[in-house]
């Protein structure tokens, strides 16, 4: 069982800047896929950022690129998203979700939610115009 915890969220005006962190339980961190979705008022869940097992491998949603990075802290099991320029539209509640220990190492990285099993209780970001 894994267990994630985000925090960082608030509210910001356009233009401003947060980090999202999300602490993650278990000894085989390095190995897990991490994602971040959000979901906006009265919209599905979308997603937003993914890193594979590697730093290298990251993964974008066209509405963020340029603008939000992903990353990871093995040794602190933590992943971070750092969220620059930020626009009205990313306002949502941003959950943190990781696929849990893989058995085998890949560069592959996930971007539906159905990819993940295991999901953080959400953080709320609001961004004023």
């Known amino acids: 069982q894994v267990q994630l915890v985000e925090s960082g969220g608030g509210l910001v005006q356009a233009g401003g800047s947060l980090r999202l962190s999300c602490a993650a339980s278990?000894?085989?961190?390095?190995?897990?896929?991490m994602g971040w979705f959000r979901q906006p008022p009265g919209k599905e869940r979308e997603f937003v950022a993914a890193?594979?097992?590697?730093?290298?491998?990251?993964s974008y949603a066209t509405s963020v690129k340029g603008r939000f990075t992903i990353s990871r802290d093995n040794a602190k099991n933590t992943v971070y998203l750092q969220m620059n320029n930020l626009k009205p539209e990313d306002t949502a509640v941003y959950y943190c979700?990781?696929?849990?220990?893989?058995?085998?190492?890949?560069?592959?990285?996930?971007?539906?939610?159905?990819?993940?099993?295991?999901w953080g209780q959400g953080t709320q970001v609001t961004v004023s115009s």
């Open positions: 979700a990781s696929r849990g220990p893989e058995y085998y190492f890949s560069n592959d990285v996930y971007t539906r939610p159905d990819e993940y099993g295991y």
């Open positions: 278990g000894r085989t961190f390095s190995n897990y896929h």
């Open positions: 890193i594979g097992q590697s730093s290298g491998s990251t």
